[in-house]
């Protein structure tokens, strides 16, 4: 079972988290290149990241995964702790930094229970990648 359990980290890291931190990575640099250097995944609110969706015409031109992106976003209020996270999850070739009942330290801050848990964001990951939003 222990196997079988790092194996599928190691699969979501690889194909799900590896490619959504890629693709926040690409938004980031087409924000920066159009101008909108205090644009950033995770340093903006979901809300502002939906308003720009809006706009379908530059959305479709210069990031048309955003709005793929968007929902992965959603399971937390807190962008720049969810974002630093699914990055850091994806470093490597397996989740090397995975704790199931909590987090990492947030701004030098001991992990707490307002953040998501790495279980949660993986599991939220999973299940928007195989049920609609597949970016793997």
Not at 6 to 29: C, G, H, P, V
Not at 85 to 90: F, G, N, S, V
């Amino acid at each position: 079972i222990r196997t079988s359990f790092y194996f599928s980290l190691q699969w979501m890291s690889a194909t799900i988290l590896e490619r959504l931190s890629k693709e926040i990575n690409k938004i980031d640099e087409s924000f920066k290149n159009r101008g909108f250097a205090d644009m950033r995944m995770g340093g903006i609110s979901l809300e502002r990241l939906k308003k720009t969706v809006e706009n379908q015409q530059f959305v479709n031109q210069y990031m048309p995964m955003l709005p793929l992106i968007l929902p992965f976003l959603e399971m937390s209020s807190n962008q720049e702790y969810l974002v630093q996270r699914i990055k850091d999850l994806a470093e490597g070739s397996c989740i090397s930094d995975y704790r199931w009942n909590s987090g990492a330290a947030y701004h030098g801050l001991k992990w707490d229970e307002h953040l998501p848990t790495d279980s949660a964001v993986s599991s939220h990951t999973y299940i928007l990648n195989t049920k609609n939003t597949n970016i793997s």
